[in-house]
Protein backbone atom coordinates (compact mmCIF):
# COMPACT_ATOMS: atom_id res chain seq x y z
CA UNK A 1 0.00 0.00 0.00
CA UNK A 2 1.48 3.19 -0.91
CA UNK A 3 0.94 5.92 1.62
CA UNK A 4 -1.02 9.59 -0.03
CA UNK A 5 1.57 12.18 -0.81
CA UNK A 6 1.81 15.24 0.82
CA UNK A 7 4.19 18.63 0.52
CA UNK A 8 5.94 16.72 3.88
CA UNK A 9 6.18 13.30 2.62
CA UNK A 10 7.72 14.64 -0.66
CA UNK A 11 10.10 16.80 0.81
CA UNK A 12 11.46 14.17 3.31
CA UNK A 13 11.03 11.35 0.38
CA UNK A 14 13.56 13.16 -1.44
CA UNK A 15 15.94 13.81 1.18
CA UNK A 16 16.04 9.96 2.12
CA UNK A 17 16.34 8.37 -0.98
CA UNK A 18 19.35 10.85 -1.71
CA UNK A 19 21.09 9.22 1.60
CA UNK A 20 19.84 5.26 1.32
CA UNK A 21 16.49 4.67 2.73
CA UNK A 22 14.05 2.75 1.08
CA UNK A 23 10.16 3.69 1.80
CA UNK A 24 7.50 1.41 2.77
CA UNK A 25 4.57 3.60 3.66
CA UNK A 26 5.23 5.93 5.55
CA UNK A 27 8.43 4.92 6.94
CA UNK A 28 11.75 4.63 5.79
CA UNK A 29 14.51 2.07 6.70
CA UNK A 30 18.28 2.17 5.83
CA UNK A 31 20.66 -0.17 7.75
CA UNK A 32 23.42 0.82 9.32
CA UNK A 33 26.52 -1.46 10.78
CA UNK A 34 25.02 -1.64 14.28
CA UNK A 35 21.50 -0.23 13.94
CA UNK A 36 18.65 -0.52 11.57
CA UNK A 37 18.06 3.05 11.16
CA UNK A 38 13.78 4.15 10.76
CA UNK A 39 12.40 7.75 9.64
CA UNK A 40 8.53 7.79 10.36
CA UNK A 41 6.26 10.51 9.69
CA UNK A 42 3.69 10.26 11.59
CA UNK A 43 0.09 12.29 11.29
CA UNK A 44 -1.67 13.54 14.24
CA UNK A 45 -5.36 11.78 15.02
CA UNK A 46 -6.77 15.71 15.95
CA UNK A 47 -5.44 17.80 13.19
CA UNK A 48 -3.38 18.52 10.29
CA UNK A 49 -0.02 18.20 12.37
CA UNK A 50 2.50 15.47 11.81
CA UNK A 51 5.36 14.51 13.73
CA UNK A 52 8.77 13.04 12.02
CA UNK A 53 9.82 10.55 14.54
CA UNK A 54 13.46 8.59 14.42
CA UNK A 55 14.22 5.56 15.78
CA UNK A 56 17.37 3.30 15.81
CA UNK A 57 16.98 -0.92 15.89
CA UNK A 58 20.47 -2.41 17.51
CA UNK A 59 20.93 -5.42 15.83
CA UNK A 60 22.80 -7.03 18.78
CA UNK A 61 19.07 -6.92 20.43
CA UNK A 62 17.53 -9.02 17.22
CA UNK A 63 16.80 -9.70 14.04
CA UNK A 64 14.49 -7.22 12.47
CA UNK A 65 13.51 -6.66 8.86
CA UNK A 66 11.08 -3.36 8.68
CA UNK A 67 10.31 -2.45 12.39
CA UNK A 68 7.54 -0.25 12.92
CA UNK A 69 9.29 3.20 14.74
CA UNK A 70 7.31 2.46 17.95
CA UNK A 71 8.80 -0.73 18.22
CA UNK A 72 12.76 0.13 17.75
CA UNK A 73 14.85 0.62 21.21
CA UNK A 74 15.67 3.94 20.38
CA UNK A 75 13.44 6.81 19.34
CA UNK A 76 13.26 10.74 19.28
CA UNK A 77 10.77 13.23 17.70
CA UNK A 78 12.49 14.95 15.22
CA UNK A 79 11.16 18.35 17.26
CA UNK A 80 12.66 17.22 20.40
CA UNK A 81 16.53 16.69 18.87
CA UNK A 82 18.83 19.49 20.30
CA UNK A 83 18.51 22.24 17.35
CA UNK A 84 17.72 25.63 17.26
CA UNK A 85 15.14 24.77 14.31
CA UNK A 86 12.37 22.88 16.65
CA UNK A 87 9.84 25.40 16.49
CA UNK A 88 10.41 26.04 12.81
CA UNK A 89 10.20 22.79 12.40
CA UNK A 90 6.79 22.38 14.39
CA UNK A 91 5.52 24.98 12.04
CA UNK A 92 6.46 23.50 9.33
CA UNK A 93 4.88 20.07 10.13
CA UNK A 94 1.29 21.67 10.70
CA UNK A 95 -0.15 21.91 7.58
CA UNK A 96 -2.43 24.80 8.71
CA UNK A 97 -0.03 26.76 9.88
CA UNK A 98 -0.02 29.83 7.52
CA UNK A 99 3.22 31.67 8.22
CA UNK A 100 4.61 29.26 5.59
CA UNK A 101 3.35 28.11 1.75
CA UNK A 102 3.80 24.69 0.46
CA UNK A 103 6.64 26.09 -1.42
CA UNK A 104 8.54 27.44 1.95
CA UNK A 105 7.54 23.99 3.42
CA UNK A 106 8.90 21.58 1.79
CA UNK A 107 12.22 23.82 1.56
CA UNK A 108 12.31 23.43 4.95
CA UNK A 109 11.40 20.14 6.07
CA UNK A 110 14.35 19.40 3.00
CA UNK A 111 17.05 21.35 4.60
CA UNK A 112 15.89 20.08 7.72
CA UNK A 113 16.40 16.34 6.90
CA UNK A 114 19.35 17.09 4.96
CA UNK A 115 21.18 18.91 7.22
CA UNK A 116 19.65 17.97 11.10
CA UNK A 117 17.90 14.68 10.84
CA UNK A 118 19.41 12.45 8.63
CA UNK A 119 23.10 13.11 9.87
CA UNK A 120 21.78 12.78 13.67
CA UNK A 121 19.90 9.35 12.63
CA UNK A 122 22.93 7.86 10.82
CA UNK A 123 25.15 8.76 13.83
CA UNK A 124 23.37 6.16 15.64
CA UNK A 125 23.85 3.88 12.99
CA UNK A 126 26.95 2.63 14.85
CA UNK A 127 27.79 1.94 18.71
CA UNK A 128 30.24 4.74 18.53
CA UNK A 129 27.23 7.12 17.57
CA UNK A 130 25.08 5.47 19.90
CA UNK A 131 27.31 6.23 22.64
CA UNK A 132 28.68 10.08 21.86
CA UNK A 133 24.63 10.94 21.57
CA UNK A 134 23.66 9.62 25.04
CA UNK A 135 27.10 11.01 26.00
CA UNK A 136 26.22 14.10 24.66
CA UNK A 137 22.38 14.34 26.06
CA UNK A 138 21.26 14.33 23.01
CA UNK A 139 18.28 11.47 23.41
CA UNK A 140 17.38 13.28 26.74
CA UNK A 141 13.31 13.55 25.41
CA UNK A 142 13.69 10.50 23.86
CA UNK A 143 13.39 6.91 24.65
CA UNK A 144 16.29 4.86 24.91
CA UNK A 145 15.55 0.99 25.71
CA UNK A 146 16.92 -0.19 29.29
CA UNK A 147 18.80 -2.81 27.37
CA UNK A 148 20.56 -0.55 24.97
CA UNK A 149 21.79 1.23 28.27
CA UNK A 150 22.85 -1.79 29.91
CA UNK A 151 25.10 -2.58 26.82
CA UNK A 152 26.44 0.47 26.84
CA UNK A 153 27.90 -0.01 30.63
CA UNK A 154 28.84 -3.31 30.03
CA UNK A 155 32.63 -3.23 30.22
CA UNK A 156 32.75 -5.58 27.59
CA UNK A 157 30.19 -3.10 25.68
CA UNK A 158 30.44 -3.42 21.56
Avoid at 50 to 79: F, M
Wanted: aromatic fraction near 6%.
Amino acid sequence: MKAPSSPLRTAMAQELRKAGFKARTTSWYKHGPDALLVVNLQKSLHGPQHYINLAAWVKQLGDAEAPKEYQCHIRVRATSLPTHNAEALEHALNLDDASMDTEQREAFISRFMREEAIPFLESLGTWEGIRAAVNAGKLKKGLLYKEVEALLQAPASP
